[in-house]
C-alpha cells in the first residue's frame, strides 16, 4: 500500500537552501512572486500577514539588502512610470528583466486606459440622448 507522496519545501530559508531571508525580505520575496512588481508603499500595505515594516524607508532598505546582496542581485529597481509616486521593484528569479520590453508595456496600457476614459460632458450627453430616446418609445407604446 502506497501513501501520499510528500515534498519539501527548499527554496529559501530552509537548511538545504542557500537563500536565507529575515522575515522583512522574506515577505518581499513573497509578495514579488505573488503580484508582480510594486511600489515600496505597495510592499508595506500588502506585507502585515508576513512582516510589518514600519514606513516605506524601511521597505527600501529592506529592498537594497535583495538588490546589494553577495553573488547576484534578486530584486531590481524598475524604471519610475509616469503618475506615480514611487518606482516598482519586481524579482529576478526568471531571470533579467527587459526595462524597454517593461517600459512600452506600461506605456501602452497607459494609453489603452486613458482613452477608455469618457469626459462627464459625454457622459452627460448620452444620458440626456438616451432619456429622449425612452422617451419616445414610451409614446410609442402607448400609441397601440
Not at 514579488?32 to 515594516?53: A, D, I, K, N
Not at 530584486?75 to 503618475?83: A, D, F, H, K, S
Request: glycine residues 4%; contains cysteine; aromatic residues 6%.
Amino acid at each position: 500500500k502506497r501513501g501520499v507522496e510528500k515534498y519539501t519545501h527548499r527554496f529559501c530559508n530552509t537548511r538545504f537552501s542557500e537563500l536565507q531571508f529575515d522575515s522583512a525580505q522574506y515577505a518581499i520575496i513573497c509578495l514579488l512572486l505573488l503580484r508582480g512588481p510594486q511600489t515600496p508603499g505597495e510592499l508595506r500595505t500588502r506585507s502585515s500577514r508576513l512582516h510589518v515594516f514600519d514606513d516605506n524607508d524601511a521597505v527600501v532598505q529592506a529592498l537594497n539588502g535583495l538588490i546589494e546582496r553577495e553573488g547576484d542581485a534578486l530584486v531590481i529597481e524598475l524604471p519610475r512610470t509616469p503618475g506615480r509616486k514611487d518606482p516598482e521593484y519586481t524579482h529576478l528569479f526568471s531571470g533579467p528583466v527587459d526595462i524597454e520590453a517593461y517600459q512600452s508595456k506600461v506605456q501602452a496600457h497607459k494609453t489603452s486606459r486613458s482613452s477608455d476614459r469618457i469626459s462627464m460632458s459625454e457622459l452627460a450627453q448620452r444620458v440626456t440622448d438616451l432619456e429622449t430616446e425612452l422617451a419616445e418609445l414610451k409614446e410609442l407604446l402607448s400609441k397601440d
